[in-house]
């Protein structure tokens, strides 16, 4: 089975604060991503990678950085927090899609990170 | 990708089979049909996914129409742990592709 783990189920941080959140893979995908959740705006993708140190902009990714150090290991970083940044953030990995093959994303179980 | 229309909520007796049916009218021959589910506060779960012909697996099944215009995953026996939002998700795979969750299905089982 697909195994995909985020650092910490819930967060509390205050403003300003540096913030790192982590997701780990276990099936050598080539790509992960980063998603935030929030009431009535479905899933809105943060960052994404096709490869270790590689990294692309999503939908919405000021405020946010990220590292890719490992293929393993995908990290995103809020480098000073603010109270819009309160959000469930979710993870995902997958393997490259193309002809005849499908890019299904497999999910962490979230962060639920909130913001003083 | 094709946008898909689902009904807001359903309800279903635990043991039954719960049928959730999703409207894809504007799919085109490469797009995958998808499923996901998103327990309260959890990650979205993968469930199944088919491009033309119907699958199974340990989790669901999945029925296609033939003019591929509409979709039915069942779960055939539910239990209360499958209480959650259901997404369809039409798209083709390529990589980067995004997936948009739209409203999804909230199932309700009950005993």
């Known amino acids: 089975d697909v195994k995909v783990t985020q650092s910490s189920r819930y967060l509390v941080k205050r403003t300003g604060e540096k913030v790192f959140l982590e997701c780990v893979q276990d099936?050598?995908?080539?790509?992960m991503f980063w998603y935030r959740q929030d009431p009535g705006l479905g899933l809105r993708l943060i960052y994404f990678?096709?490869?270790?140190?590689?990294?692309e902009k999503g939908d919405i990714p000021e405020g946010y950085s990220v590292s890719r150090e490992k293929k393993e290991r995908f990290s995103l970083i809020l480098e000073s927090a603010s109270t819009n940044q309160t959000s469930m953030y979710l993870c995902?990995?997958?393997?490259?899609?193309?002809?005849?093959?499908?890019?299904?994303?497999?999910f962490g179980p979230g962060t639920r990170l909130t913001v003083l | 990708d094709a946008k898909t229309t689902q009904p807001p909520s359903m309800d279903c007796a635990e043991g039954r089979a719960a049928n959730l049916p999703c409207n894809h009218s504007?799919?085109?021959?490469?797009?995958?049909v998808y499923w996901y589910r998103q327990i309260h506060s959890q990650g979205p779960q993968y469930i199944i996914h088919?491009?033309?012909n119907n699958e199974t697996n340990e989790m669901a099944s999945l029925i296609i129409t033939e003019d591929r215009k509409s979709s039915t995953l069942i779960l055939p026996h539910a239990t209360l742990r499958d209480t959650a939002v259901y997404y369809c998700?039409?798209?083709?795979?390529?990589?980067?592709?995004?997936?948009?969750f739209g409203s999804g299905t909230k199932l309700n089982v009950k005993p």
């Open positions: 998700i039409v798209r083709r795979s390529y990589n980067f592709n995004k997936f948009y």
């Open positions: 088919g491009l033309k």
């Open positions: 995902a990995s997958s393997t490259i899609g193309g002809a005849g093959v499908t890019d299904t994303q497999y």
């Open positions: 099936m050598d995908h080539e790509n």
């Open positions: 504007t799919i085109s021959g490469n797009e995958y």
């Open positions: 990678s096709y490869d270790v140190k590689m990294k």
